[in-house]
């Protein structure tokens, strides 16, 4: 009776010792699903696309771009302020040794994209940067397939007013295959809201060949832009139209900064105090 006793008593304790590993595992196998579960219905963060927006007429040669590393000439090279903007491509920037670089003038920080996608080095990259002393501005990559309501509410769910020294940039390069009716009234919604919030009309950025396409006629020349057009020669837009800065290399070399980083400057008689906020 005893002796059945103990079979019994041990037999259930290895049983006891054996079943909760089975059932624990079991659980942590159920947690890593959910999680995948999980991740299966975040939004897809994607790279910004690649377009034509810069294609050059002809290569700019490493000699004849401005040398951003350095030097006691101040933030002018040439007769130009110029100055760089950063996304998560860029990784993590030593703030401090690109504010070093008397030639750098300004930056501006990706924050946000279409409807639901925000840069996720944009804080870090607006506290750093602001903290070593540069002047800082933010951008939005705008996506026509999206309402201008839902972008507007991204875009300000990351910057705040308060801590911008610069206009803010609405980055304009692709129309997402809607029409362009479509297109023009959702950006222009866009900028609205930008303005109505900031108290300024925000800068837009595009290239060469997609203004001449898409704003081209007067219809946006209230506003401020950036042109992106990687060639030796300052562009030229149809009806010879104006623009502020210049986006001239997307394969600078800075100090801080590891790998590529676009870069521009001011053109003709436009200067930073312009786009400060």
Known sequence: M???????????????????????????KNKYEL???NASNLPLIEPDPITYKAKPDSKLRIAEQPRL???????????????????????????????SNPEVGYVFLKASEGGNITDETYEYNLREARRAGLKVGSYHFFRANTSAELQFRNFMSMVK?????????????????????????RLEQLLKLVTQEFGRKPIIYTGKNFYNKHFHGGRYRDYKFMIACYTIDEPVLNGNDDF???QYSQTGRVRGIRGNVDQSRFVGRHTLREIQF
């Open 2 to 28: 005893r002796q059945n006793l103990l079979y019994t008593f041990l037999l259930f304790f290895s049983l006891l010792f054996v079943v909760q590993p089975m059932e624990a595992k079991k659980k942590q």
């Open 35 to 37: 999680k995948r579960e």
């Open 69 to 99: 590393m350095g030097g006691g000439r101040g933030y002018r090279v040439g007769n130009w302020v110029h100055g760089i903007d950063v996304s998560h491509y860029q990784g993590r920037i030593e703030w401090r040794t690109v504010a």
């Open 161 to 185: 007013v308060k801590s911008q020294d610069l206009l803010p940039i609405i980055d304009v390069e692709v129309t997402n295959g809607v029409s362009e009716s479509t297109f023009h009234a």
């Open 244 to 246: 502020v800065m210049w």
